[in-house]
Structure formats: structure tokens, C-alpha cells
């Protein structure tokens, strides 16, 4: 099993930046890769962006170009950023870490996740 913590949200003005932080711990040797989520008020949870073991990274189309994910390991655990840039109201959600294995399952159980806001 795998425990998360998610940290970083908050209100930003369009245009701003934000940066979030997920810290993995427990069985991380079985994670293959670490996954950041949204969900917006009325629409389903969808995936944002991930970062495999070997560093290799995926967008989804709406943040390309204007997130960028990372990763690092301090001593017993995995942590992931995501570094959120030119913000825009539509980038208005709750957002989730949560960590998958080879077989794509998760190994995690979502948690409540951080709230990012883009108002002016």
C-alpha cells in the first residue's frame, strides 16, 4: 500500500502560477508511475499529467505546454510536483496524486485532494 499527501493548492489569478506537491510512502518500490488528477464541479475526474520511473512525461492536451511534471526520491519517499503555469479559469479543480504499477493499477486510495482556484 501507498500513502499520499498532496499539498500546494490555492486561488490564483488567470495568468498566474501555482505550484503542487505530492509526497509517496509505504511500498514505493512498486510504483511505476506517479499521476496527477483533476476534477472539476460537475465533470469526471481526469487524468492531467504522469511521470514515469524513468522519468518519461505525459500531458493531456488542455495542460501541454503550461504544466510540467517532476519527480524525486528523499530517502523513503517518491515525490512529485507539478508546476502549473499560465493558469486559467478552466484549470478551476480539485487535484489528485495517486500512483499506478506496471499493471496500471492503482496503488493508492484517493485522497481529498488540493483545491486549485482561477478567478481574478
Known amino acids: 500500500q501507498v500513502q499520499l499527501v ?12 501555482l505550484r503542487l506537491s505530492c509526497a509517496a510512502s509505504g511500498s514505493i518500490f512498486s510504483i511505476y508511475t506517479m499521476d ?6 460537475g465533470k469526471q475526474r481526469e487524468l492531467v499529467s504522469f511521470i514515469t520511473s524513468g522519468g518519461i512525461a505525459n500531458y493531456a492536451d488542455s495542460v501541454k505546454g503550461r504544466f510540467t511534471i517532476s519527480s524525486s526520491r ?17 484549470d478551476t479543480a480539485v487535484y489528485y496524486c495517486n500512483a499506478r504499477n506496471r499493471a496500471s493499477s492503482y496503488l493508492a486510495s484517493w485522497g481529498q485532494g488540493t483545491q486549485v482556484t ?3
Open 74 to 90: 528523499d530517502n523513503a519517499k517518491n515525490l512529485v510536483y507539478l508546476q502549473m503555469n499560465s493558469l486559467k479559469p478552466e
Open 36 to 41: 496527477w488528477y483533476r476534477q472539476a464541479p
Open 6 to 17: 498532496e499539498s500546494g493548492g490555492g486561488l490564483v489569478q488567470p495568468g498566474g502560477s
Open 118 to 120: 482561477v478567478s481574478s
